[in-house]
T-cell receptor, first 118, second 110 residues
Framework: GAGVSQSPSNKVTEKGKDVELRCDPISGHTALYWYRQSLGQGLEFLIYFQGNSAPDKSGLPSDRFSAERTGGSVSTLTIQRTQQEDSAVYLC????????????????FGPGTRLLVL | AQSVTQPDIHITVSEGASLELRCNYSYGATPYLFWYVQSPGQGLQLLLKYFSGDTLVQGIKGFEAEFKRSQSSFNLRKPSVHWSDAAEYFCAVYGQNFVFGPGTRLSVLP
């Protein structure tokens, strides 16, 4: 696609429910990243995919958070048993994925999913 | 552990004035350094990045940044600010991990 897209744009859920957030990267980009932007924590890295594998999951805040990527394209971030502190904007980015070091490449960000846990 | 600080939470400048946004990092070696901008209602956009070489880096939209190893700084500058530059600016560092600073909100007066 022309850019990174994310869905839904907004999600309101009740505490304890599970949510799935979707990211469609730019076509042909093999690297994909998830970030979280919240008032209390600022911008945080969550996880990085190269293809379908995730060599860096160091930013996932707890075992309630998981992510997968299928077909080297779409990625889903799942938050189980949501808590109020999970309320944030979840950002996805993609890059070409050719460089040896991933941050040498320009990342293109999606518009984010705004999650509110009541 | 590495960290990034942006000492100014909010800066207001007049249109046409010069701008400098401060960024300091803590890391044992020279990290990769980035500046991102987030405009209202829009996603994050990379302004510029430094990996090695010339310590003065040119970016998009007329921005530049200078890496100063002795001061562990990577300040962002623009000689003449436009109203459309009003946004949130984030400095980021990649050493062991990718870490963002807390951001500086820029307001531009007409």
């Amino acid at each position: 696609g022309a850019g990174v897209s994310q869905s839904p744009s907004n999600k309101v859920t009740e505490k304890g429910k599970d949510v799935e957030l979707r990211c469609d990267p730019i076509s042909g980009h093999t690297a994909l990243y998830w970030y979280r932007q919240s008032l209390g924590q600022g911008l945080e890295f969550l996880i990085y995919f190269q293809g379908n594998s995730a060599p860096d999951k160091s930013g996932l805040p707890s075992d309630r958070f998981s992510a997968e990527r299928t077909g080297g394209s779409v990625s889903t971030l799942t938050i189980q048993r949501t808590q109020q502190e999970d309320s944030a904007v979840y950002l996805c980015a993609s890059s070409i994925g050719l460089a040896g070091g991933r941050y040498q490449e320009t990342q293109y960000f999606g518009p984010g999913t705004r999650l509110l846990v009541l | 552990a590495q960290s990034v600080t942006q000492p100014d939470i909010h800066i207001t400048v007049s249109e046409g004035a010069s701008l400098e946004l401060r960024c300091n990092y803590s890391y044992g070696a020279t990290p990769y350094l980035f500046w991102y901008v987030q405009s209202p209602g829009q996603g994050l956009q990379l302004l510029l990045k430094y990996f090695s070489g010339d310590t003065l880096v040119q970016g998009i939209k007329g921005f530049e940044a200078e890496f100063k190893r002795s001061q562990s700084s990577f300040n962002l500058r623009k000689p003449s600010v436009h109203w459309s530059d009003a946004a949130e600016y984030f400095c980021a560092v990649y050493g062991q991990n990718f870490v963002f600073g807390p951001g500086t909100r820029l307001s531009v007066l007409p």
